[in-house]
């Protein structure tokens, strides 16, 4: 599967760095504390503020990836896979790019993120750097180019256009001979055309599976992508500016905060990649709707249940993280008809369930560290959400849920966590109350409450 990659010499200069020194700090300095993070790891950290792009992201909350390419047409190929594929199989007659995204509208998602480039180095669009691509590809005669479809798509329909690409690429000889010059010329040069002929992108996912040992020249990338890009957000590795949360089960853990100070890079490889500065990375939680990423058609039993989509919602945009649903497109190029309808009506059940909030942050009153509901009018509950204001960073490290009980207006704790960070959701069985106390118990400066819904 090793292919000859058309070369073109760079003019950019050669610098000798270390490259986890080039990770650059988000944020201004404020107060130094002592926190918990996922998995009871303590760890130290100043206290940060995201970016106006960061916070951007964090309120999209549920996107679509799509992984879709010369795979696509491999039935049970997997990931590194040695077999041979021929840009001669890529033929997508029906690709449909507008059904994908206006399905991704329709579900309430905010952003939709592509395979550009998978680890097979199969390109999405027509590289002048390779042989291996669409262009060499019966698909419109080797004029197509799904890259540019996809971009279009999401324009027509408001959804923000992420491109995934894989720095491991198993196509590219120099990368398996080592030669990381070579390859690096190929990156920038494939980077360039991918953030420099397609307007605003707004998401470049990288994937770390099959880099671990590969020494890239990420100062020199980087500085070509925020030249080409200064308001991209990159995913996870190089020069980050959200995190993966570690998994591909759409899980996070409780207390996920937005300051970490190492990001988990691979599921085939254990080890983290130490920050040499705590940094705000909010999270990210990637799952499938199959069992597979890429199309299958031996896996449509896989397709999972409402029930078990909701779950994921709530352990992942309910615990502070953005969601990015996966389905693969099929080989017509249409998203299969039964993914489709299951998201549709994951979509319908999230609007169901959080569209008519019976109370709103306009019927709490703040008293110092309080926000106190009380009606002599009970009212059954049994979902309350709470967003923290995070333009001043995370404050709120310590909370408190208490309901006022029907009767006796007794206090009771219901739920006690962490932090807050952009939006935590607390199911509880369905109780009557006269009031509820959200206390903040320990914080840091002056925290906000953005917003609050009960249900």
């Known amino acids: 599967m090793r292919r000859k990659i058309k070369s073109e010499s760079n003019t950019l200069q050669q610098k000798s760095f270390n490259n986890d020194l080039y990770l ?3 944020g201004t300095l404020n107060t130094f504390i002592i926190l918990y993070n996922e998995g009871s790891e303590r760890i130290e950290m100043n206290q940060l503020k995201p970016t106006e792009k960061q916070l951007a992201f964090q309120s999209w909350e549920f996107g679509l990836f799509i992984h879709f390419g010369l795979r696509t047409f491999y039935e049970g190929y997997v990931d590194f896979d040695k077999r041979d594929m021929s840009p001669e199989k890529f033929n997508p007659n029906q690709l ?3 059904q994908w995204i206006e399905t991704a509208k329709k579900a309430g998602m905010k952003y939709a993120v592509l395979t550009a480039k998978h680890h097979d180095g199969f390109s999405n669009w027509p590289s002048d750097y390779t042989d291996f691509s669409v262009a060499d590809s019966p698909w419109k005669n080797g004029q197509g180019d799904v890259i540019a479809d996809f971009v279009d798509a999401c324009r027509k329909y408001d959804i923000k256009p992420g491109l995934y690409y894989s ?7 120099f990368y398996e001979d080592k030669d990381s010059k070579a390859y690096d ?6 980077i360039t055309e ?3 002929n397609y307007g605003e992108i707004d998401i470049l996912w990288f994937d770390g599976a099959g880099s671990a040992g590969h020494e890239y020249d990420w100062p020199r990338i980087v500085k070509q992508i925020r030249t080409l890009q200064p308001n991209i957000l990159i995913f996870n590795m190089a020069d980050p500016d959200f995190r993966w949360i570690g998994n591909e089960d759409g899980i996070a853990p409780i207390s996920s905060f937005n300051v970490v100070n190492h990001v988990e890079v691979s599921i085939y490889d254990k080890e983290t990649t130490t920050l040499t ?3 705000w990375l909010p999270a990210e939680c990637d799952v499938q709707m199959r069992s597979n990423w890429f199309y299958s058609d031996q896996d449509e039993d896989t397709i999972k249940s409402l029930k078990e989509l909701m779950g994921i919602y709530y352990h992942s945009v309910g615990r502070g993280t953005n969601l990015l649903l996966n389905i693969g497109p099929n080989r017509e190029g249409v998203l299969p008809a039964k993914d489709t309808e299951r998201l549709l009506e994951f979509g319908e059940e999230i609007r169901k369930q959080f569209d ?6 306009k019927n709490f009153k703040r008293q110092d560290d309080k926000w106190i509901y009380q009606t002599n009018n009970p009212k059954f509950i049994e979902r ?3 967003q923290e204001d995070l333009t001043e960073g995370e404050n709120i490290i310590h909370f408190k849920v208490n309901i006022i009980t029907a009767k006796t207006r007794h206090h009771v704790l219901i739920h006690e966590g962490r932090n807050i960070g952009n939006k935590i959701i607390i199911p509880i069985p369905p109780v009557k109350v006269s009031g509820l106390v959200i206390e903040v118990v320990e914080r840091i400066g002056h925290p906000q409450i953005h917003k609050i819904a009960v249900y």
């Not at 720095?167 to 000889?173: L, S």
Request: glycine letters at 6%; one cysteine or more.
């Open 96 to 98: 449909n790019c507008e």
């Open 356 to 361: 008519h909030p019976i109370l709103s942050e």
């Open 384 to 386: 309350i959400v709470i």
């Open 167 to 173: 720095p491991y690429d198993g196509a590219a000889d």
């Open 24 to 26: 650059s700090l988000y």
């Open 194 to 196: 991918l953030l420099g």
């Open 185 to 190: 010329d190929y990156f920038v040069n494939q």
């Open 277 to 279: 500065e705590s940094r």
